[in-house]
């Protein structure tokens, strides 16, 4: 039996292959909300989102141009304005650009 695989990526059977290749699609249109893209600065807010939630965030960064994995002032305030100001914080040692 040969393996198969998407992207890239050789699909196994442990049931996580719909991550690994979600994660070949980070950064294009065809992310669909499954794999980790942020900083850890954001951790706490896109852990507990759906992955329609996440896509949308994704989507607005690279929209604005900003790094998926990038810590800039500018990252927290999109998550302020799409998931209110408990998500909105002073980032710490941010990005310079």
């Known amino acids: 039996m040969s393996a198969t695989s998407v992207l890239g990526v050789e699909l196994q059977e442990d049931g996580l292959d719909y991550v690994r290749i979600d994660k070949a699609r980070v950064g294009t249109p065809?992310?669909?909300?499954?794999?980790?893209?942020?900083?850890?600065?954001?951790?706490?807010?896109l852990r507990?989102?759906?992955?329609?939630?996440?896509?949308?965030?994704?989507?607005?960064?690279?929209?604005?141009g900003l790094a998926l994995d990038g810590r800039t002032q500018r990252h927290a305030d999109i998550l302020g304005e799409m998931f209110g100001p408990q998500h909105c914080h002073q980032v710490q040692n941010p990005d310079t650009v």
């Not at 065809?30 to 807010?45: I, M, S």
């Not at 996440?54 to 690279?62: F, P, T």
């Open 30 to 45: 065809d992310y669909e909300g499954h794999a980790y893209f942020w900083d850890p600065e954001f951790k706490h807010t």
């Open 48 to 64: 507990d989102v759906s992955e329609e939630q996440r896509k949308a965030v994704h989507d607005r960064w690279l929209a604005e």
